[in-house]
């Protein structure tokens, strides 16, 4: 019998290098953190203490769609939607908070996978674009299809465009790509057989259905899951997640789940 | 640091180094807080309520943020007495070998299921210094709540378990009736009360016209019902001669504080923990600090010392 | 601002041209706000409760700051009934005229002291279009919450004060068993039912360890409160066919939506107009702007429009 | 039967001229709020909204020691003694937020008056140099009498000097004119039965000290009493002074009351 593990989770000091619109609605933020900067593992979260609400005590967890251990920084996509991330995106080069991490349970990832498709849905681009490198770095080829409402919300292709070989876009609005949602690609992508790993993260919708695809056609699908986090580290069972094996954590076991272990 | 100030109590019968508890819920077993500090610096914890079987909980969202607090219908999700002990059992004797005292919260849907789940405790869980008995979960549909808020429903349960241990029994009050509810506790037989679980409430979705959470009403935890805690907690140590634990928005040691003054020998560190995982060494620090700004050598000076 | 939607409801008898009203002892008499807009704007206002004497209230202070929300014990300091009528009543005439709703507040010590004060209203204010019973001051020794707070206690002043009026009579509620109360409230011939006053709560300062108050405790007030108001308005809608007067940290139209979906009639602006003297009027607006986003004609059909 | 007349006060945006400290403890803060400026009278207070905590709602009552219509501008003295006058003094120029105000019953004044005496305790200074100012404009020689903790406490003389005949100092520690209270002056100064109007605020107690001289001199005197107040114009009863007439509220009746109506 073994003591159980905590969450590597820390308390770390932050200062904002640079927080910048890059889509409708849509920011780009990095932070200097060099410790987190070399704990973070793809697929991870940290959770942002946001000043500027004293009512509002919660911190806000966020992915990452890059760590440069060297540099000391973290890369984050967010999108505004409620009072906390409006704040974030009030927050300018210099300004300081902390920051909690590295939280949950990254991407699995099978190392043999070699070609692997990776397929964000809006917002669910940030740990997308990590799971993109984390598969180049390991030798894969990887491909990707981004859907997002319209052209003006489509973030991060810049970023994970290099590491990709194709990178196809929908939009629900055919603003940009394909008309229609992601399953739109892929499906036929899929279907090709040439993928032996599929990544995803966005509207839980969305993942259940490339779900259902990659299940369909016999490939792995691992997908992100967002809860409503208190603490981050496992301490208070707000996050759960309902799984064959019966509720699970999304801060400790997740938020990246294989797509078999949920039940949707 | 050693402090000049005596700050050991004994909550009826658990020897505490100092007044430091954790609240049920949020607090995990323990081990969750051992990558931020030392856990084995509190006076005690007490772990999430647990079953005679594991319960799976309510569905998502469980948690919603309201002002100065939040709102969890979290449904007492547990491992049952046996997953505790087999996965945390070793941690939690380990913890109390270094002389931090392990309450083990007990939870039930009925008076039959509270005594088998104490069966259970006192069968495998020799590291537990007291059993805190939760009359007053608002997140479930049958048992807590609805037991724990009148004095017939809270005595009947305690009743029931008291002749099943011998161990200190706390009873996790509600935040209704609590003056006539401590008075049949404390005439039952229970050792000390934990004062006082979350307040029931809703958070509206204005625009979907649903509930923030899976269920109606969820259980308001933070520093927005403090001053109700507090006055709760005086009512009851006027009512009662056991000893009480003051729960409900302690962010410092100055609201800790409050709670001993109003008559609280222990307190317990709850939402806090969640949005600053080093909150209870902190307020521990803040707590001492402020104990010996008041010039007494014991901590038990301070206990019911307000002065009106 | 012409909106299109109905904001028309009708509590209890008394036909308000919106839902907005004000909480009684926040509001003064109606006339303190008139600086600030037009008073007139308003569904309702409620007065502060006046007792058949003039009442002194408690020493100071009367007030205290607390997370996100206040403490008062103002203890129902008020000029009398008689002293309503003849410094205010042509105020007050007036504001009804104008077709705002002016509820008068009743206080008493006792069954015999709520029921003189309901004759000298009779008597003396024809215009008051209703009269609140307040049972619920957290702040006096005796009457208020003390008999407010159980089913019995309430009933009482209800049954005795029934047959002195027959204009519509809302009776302000404690924080407490709620459903209970105010279903022996409707069997008694209540009108209308206003959830909730202040819950009683305590501020210690630590250094002195004596109350913030002249009292040990005090009535909470404010946005902290607002979840629990909330589910308590929700628990009433379902146990009783009366209508309701939700209030409790309204700070936004959103927070009266919130009131509104939970099955309240009327939403009174409480401790907001304090801080923000033109909360009032501005909370009206938002509260018609979701009411027209909410796609209704009629703002009747989103009380109680809660989906769970 | 007339209508009840409602508070002058109104909500104002004011910009921050300047804030800062002038003494251990203590800023000065100069406001740009034209309309209030114009509307102040010598006595009244106002009421702050200071931003950066949102937990705190209620505004800081505050006196004022000027009030200059054509530039539009008023000063204050406060002492900072908890988070809000901390926040308070953290506000540099330029920054903005609202006061509501005028609020309350100035001092009265007896425009007969020909020779005041003013006397100040710690930060009541604030409400004493208007005073001052007011008795002086009206024809009235002015003498003062200043007493603080220690010197390093005491503030506002360099105002209140050229308003005044003489200025008296007293510390409780001897650091600055004379060691005792302001009693150990304003006794003497009254037995000459020069003044004929005395004019305080301080601590209650010391108010009460010099209101009882004044009165066993026969001279009237006025106090400005400070009380915790939630709204600052008449709507919540929270701000009480008991009175010989029964309970008064001190926005609306006060904060100046004449000594003999307050029942100590
Ligand atoms: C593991 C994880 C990773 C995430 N990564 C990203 C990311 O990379 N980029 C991004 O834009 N968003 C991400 N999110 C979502 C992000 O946390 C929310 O959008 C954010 O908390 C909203 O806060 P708010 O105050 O602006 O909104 P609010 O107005 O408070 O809420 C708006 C919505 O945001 C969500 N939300 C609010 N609070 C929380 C919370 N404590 N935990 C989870 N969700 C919450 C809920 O859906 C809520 O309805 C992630 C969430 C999780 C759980
Ligand atoms: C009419 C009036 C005029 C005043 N003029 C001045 C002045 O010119 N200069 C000055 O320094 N101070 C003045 N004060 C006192 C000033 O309002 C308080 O010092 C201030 O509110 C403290 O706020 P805080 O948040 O820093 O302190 P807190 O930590 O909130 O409280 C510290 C103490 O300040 C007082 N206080 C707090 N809140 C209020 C409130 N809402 N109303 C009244 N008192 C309160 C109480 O004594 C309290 O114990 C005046 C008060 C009144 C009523
Ligand atoms: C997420 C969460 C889970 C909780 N679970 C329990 C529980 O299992 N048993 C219990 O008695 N109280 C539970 N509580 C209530 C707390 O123990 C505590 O009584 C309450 O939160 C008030 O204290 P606080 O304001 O310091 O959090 C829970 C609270 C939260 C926030
Ligand atoms: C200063 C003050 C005085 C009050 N006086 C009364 C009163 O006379 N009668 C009453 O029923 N409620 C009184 N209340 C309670 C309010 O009417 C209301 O029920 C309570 O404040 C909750 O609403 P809020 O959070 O919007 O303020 C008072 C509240 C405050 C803050
Ligand atoms: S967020 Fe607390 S356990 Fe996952
Ligand atoms: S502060 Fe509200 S009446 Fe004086």
Known sequence: ?264 | MVSKVNMAVDLGGIKMKNPINTASGTYGFGWQFEGFYDVSRLGAITTKGCAAEPWPGNPAPRMAEVTSGMMNSVGLQNPGVRGLVDSYGEYLQQLSDKGTQVICQVAGHSVDEYVRAVDLFEELAPFAAGLEINISCPNIAAGGCAMGSTPEGAAEVIRAVRSHTKRPLLVKMAPARVVEVAQALEAEGADALTVINSISGMAIDVDTRRSRLSRPTGGMSGPALHPIAVRMVWEVHNAVNIPIVGVGGVMTGRDAAEFILAGATSVSVGMANLVDPTAAPRILDELTEWAESQGVSDINELIGAFEG
């Open chain 1, 1 to 264: 019998m073994a003591l159980p593990t905590p969450s590597p989770a820390r308390i770390h000091d932050f200062t904002v290098v640079s927080n910048e619109p890059v889509a409708e609605g849509v920011y780009r933020l990095t932070i200097e953190a060099p410790r987190l900067a070399a704990a973070l593992e793809p697929g991870q979260f940290m959770s942002f203490e946001v000043p500027g609400d004293t009512r509002q005590l919660i911190r806000i967890p966020l992915s990452y769609s890059s760590a440069d251990a060297e540099a000391g920084t973290v890369t984050t996509y967010y999108a505004v939607v409620g009072d906390g991330t409006r704040r974030l995106s009030a927050m300018g080069a210099g300004s300081t908070s902390t920051v909690l991490g590295p939280g949950g349970h990254g991407w699995r990832m099978d190392k043999g996978a070699k070609r692997v498709l990776v397929v964000a849905g809006g917002i669910g681009i940030t740990p997308v674009i990590a799971a993109a490198r984390f598969a180049a770095d390991n030798g894969a080829e990887v491909d990707a299809v981004v859907g997002a409402l319209t052209a003006a919300k489509i973030c991060g292709t810049d970023e994970l465009g290099p590491l990709c070989g194709e990178v196809r876009l929908t939009t629900d609005d055919g603003t940009a790509g394909t008309k229609g949602f992601v399953t739109a690609e892929v499906e036929p992508m899929l279907a090709t057989g040439a993928y032996d790993l599929v990544l995803t993260c966005g509207p839980e919708p969305m993942m259940r259905a490339v779900a259902a695809i990659a299940e369909a056609a016999g490939v792995t699908c691992e997908v992100s899951v967002e809860r409503m986090m208190t603490c981050g580290f496992g301490a208070c069972n707000t996050c759960n997640v309902e799984t064959v094996y019966g509720m699970m954590g999304a801060c400790m076991a997740g938020p990246v789940f294989d797509s078999k272990v949920v039940a949707w």
